[in-house]
């Protein structure tokens, strides 16, 4: 059983930083063949987007609204998932989710089976 969550949420003022962090529990690489994992975000009233994405040969993928700002990273001997979000905005707040699955396909919810419970980000301005 995949088990994956959230910390590192909170509220901040516009310019300000974050680091998120994911962890994962319940499997390994090689057992549930995960080699993608990625961070979403869902603002009130809007559909669930993709953020960033990274797999095991380190490759990584962002959104065009957070290049340049945020960089996804993975411990993986800690099994630990970060995004580190700087230079925030009011329209980054969301509630951030963390999901896996086994390859990194497009930056699409539809196409990752395994997601985190979210940390709320909230950036006032």
């Known amino acids: 059983q995949v088990q994956l969550v959230e910390s590192g949420g909170g509220s901040v003022q516009a310019g300000g930083s974050l680091r998120l962090a994911c962890a994962a529990y319940?499997?390994?690489?090689?057992?549930?063949?995960?080699?993608?994992m990625g961070w979403f975000r869902q603002a009130p009233g809007k559909e669930r987007e993709g953020v960033a994405s990274?797999?095991?040969?380190?490759?990584?993928t962002y959104a065009d609204s957070v290049k340049g700002r945020f960089t996804i990273s993975q411990d993986y001997a800690k099994n630990t998932l970060y995004l580190q979000m700087n230079s925030l905005k009011p329209e980054d707040t969301a509630t951030y989710y963390c999901?896996?699955?086994?390859?990194?396909?497009?930056?699409?919810?539809?196409?990752?089976?395994?997601w985190g419970q979210g940390t709320q980000v909230t950036v006032s301005s």
């Open positions: 990274i797999d095991s040969d380190g490759t990584t």
């Open positions: 999901a896996a699955d086994a390859i990194c396909s497009r930056l699409v919810a539809g196409d990752f089976a395994y």
């Open positions: 319940g499997y390994t690489y090689s057992l549930y063949s995960i080699h993608c």
